[in-house]
């Protein structure tokens, strides 16, 4: 089994930054990527950005060039460093771990951590 703890989330203005970590514990072995989703009240949960063991990093398109993924493979941690926030990207974001696909289960995620962007 593998546990993730999610950090950094609060209440920040509009235009302001925030970063989020997530760290990886337990039964980390094959891990393939992973990503942050968002889920705002009453909508669907989406994918913010995700990257891979090898480095390949991809986005919404909501946060491009505002937010950055980045990943320490030896400490397995990810972190979300999220800039020129919008009240849009009001939402709980989670941490989402995802392993080689003959790992079972393979597909972890965190308790979320809420971010709130004020107007």
């Known amino acids: 089994q593998v546990q993730l703890v999610e950090s950094g989330g609060g209440l920040v203005q509009a235009g302001g930054s925030l970063r989020l970590s997530c760290a990886a514990s337990?039964?980390?072995?094959?891990?393939?990527?992973m990503a942050w989703y968002r889920q705002a009240p009453g909508k669907q949960r989406e994918m913010v950005a995700r990257i891979t063991s090898g480095g390949t990093t991809n986005y919404a398109d909501s946060v491009k060039g505002r937010f950055s993924i980045s990943r320490d493979n030896a400490k397995n941690t990810v972190s979300l460093q999220m800039n020129s926030l919008k009240p849009d990207d009001t939402a709980i974001y989670y941490c989402?771990?995802?392993?080689?696909?003959?790992?079972?289960?393979?597909?972890?995620w965190g308790q979320g951590t809420q971010v709130t962007v004020s107007s």
């Open positions: 989402n771990l995802r392993k080689d696909p003959w790992y079972a289960p393979n597909d972890y």
């Open positions: 337990g039964n980390t072995f094959g891990i393939n990527a």
